[in-house]
């Protein structure tokens, strides 16, 4: 248990310098990771990717509080974007939480595949929607929101690489697009990990320690290093050249996404 403490922990810091120094959330580093340990460590083949996913989930509810904080002292959260949003936020977590529970690992594995595929190349290329002033409207809210909340529920993520582009698209100017998708990080991680919580409550198959589809440990263990690195490394972000760092990443991202989907 010690030694998939340490992995954990490495986890969690490794999430929270991608968070700090390249904006990426961390769901996108933590599920793969963690899909390959708890293979390793056992857990069923039919699990494995519930798991991910669900113990994402639960490490965004802790971290995006932090990034919440750090935003709204900028006042750079639009907190009346995020009422519009959230009701559809949440109802396309809950629907999609539901969803992922009906596919298989086999299944989730390549969805998340193609999802790195993507953020490897939006982030290769910098690829950004052009802004638009866009009349706001409720029904692209709740369109956006619910949409938004599935595909995060079925990845493990908090969202914010769909929804930045998408408040950018709408006029929402870059920085306050980042803080208002890091305010909607939140309902997202709870509303998912109550989900996943629920759902995998009567699953048989569950390893000691599990609180339905959150393995507890990891949960901890990326906690206490995840949120630290991440303070850490935004203040060393100017110092760093991010640009080679994002396209090295990115990479990274791409070899990740084609070995979900591959095996």
Known sequence: MFDLLLIYLALGVLAGTTAGLLGLGGGAVIVPVLYMVFSAQGISAELVMHMAIGTSLATIVFTSIASIYTHHQQRAVQWSLVRSLLPAIVLGVVAGSFLADQLSSTTLRMFFGIFELLVAAQMFFTLIPPSQQIEQKQWLYALAGSVIGAV???????????????????????????????????????????????????????????????????????????????????????????????????????????KMIFG
């Open 152 to 258: 995060s529920a079925l990845l493990g993520i908090g969202g914010g690489s769909v929804m930045v582009p998408f408040l950018h698209w709408c006029g929402v100017n870059m920085r306050k697009a980042i803080a208002t998708a890091a305010a909607c990080g939140f309902p997202v991680g709870l509303f998912g990990a109550l989900s996943f919580i629920l759902l995998g409550q009567s699953d048989s198959h569950l390893q000691p320690w599990s609180l339905g589809y959150i393995y507890l440990p990891a949960l901890l263990g990326i906690l206490l290093t995840s949120i630290v690195s991440a303070r850490l490394s935004a203040r060393m972000a100017h110092k760093l050249p991010l640009s080679l760092l994002k396209k090295i990443f990115a990479s990274v991202l791409a070899l990740v996404g084609l």
